[in-house]
């Protein structure tokens, strides 16, 4: 069952720049910046009073997000909605006609169970399903 927002993933492509900004106009501490180099990616989670937002650069040149960044710039990725029963989430929305990227889910850049739709379900942009 569908609990929530958990956060809001944005690409961008300088992370550094773009926690330290926020966080300073915000006068919140910024949080570590976690690399993974196996996917050429760095993630970060900012907390806004429960609210999170998810920066994600991909330093690769040919990745997903690195090409998302070079059409159209720092942007809004996707959102995720937070799920206390992922696998039945994603069954009742397959049965609602939602198409789904993952039909079962795996492990997410923050080490948790993760499952995207096909960005068609908000005419390009993709909802993210995580546990919380």
Partial sequence: MIKGVGHIGLVVKDIE???????????IE????????????KVALVDINGMGLEFIED????????????ERGNSIHHFCLLSDNIQGDIDTLRERGVAMQDLQPRLGLRGKPIAF????IL?????ELSTP
Avoid at 60 to 69: I, P, R, T, Y
Wanted: glycine share 6%.
């Fill in 30 to 41: 910024a949080p570590a910046i976690k690399d993974i180099p196996e996917k050429k990616t």
């Fill in 117 to 120: 739709t096909k960005p068609t």
């Fill in 123 to 127: 005419n390009g942009i993709p909802v």
């Fill in 17 to 27: 720049q773009c926690v330290s900004s926020l966080c300073q106009a915000l006068n």
């Fill in 59 to 70: 330093y690769s040149e040919e990745g997903g997000f690195a090409k998302l960044v070079r």
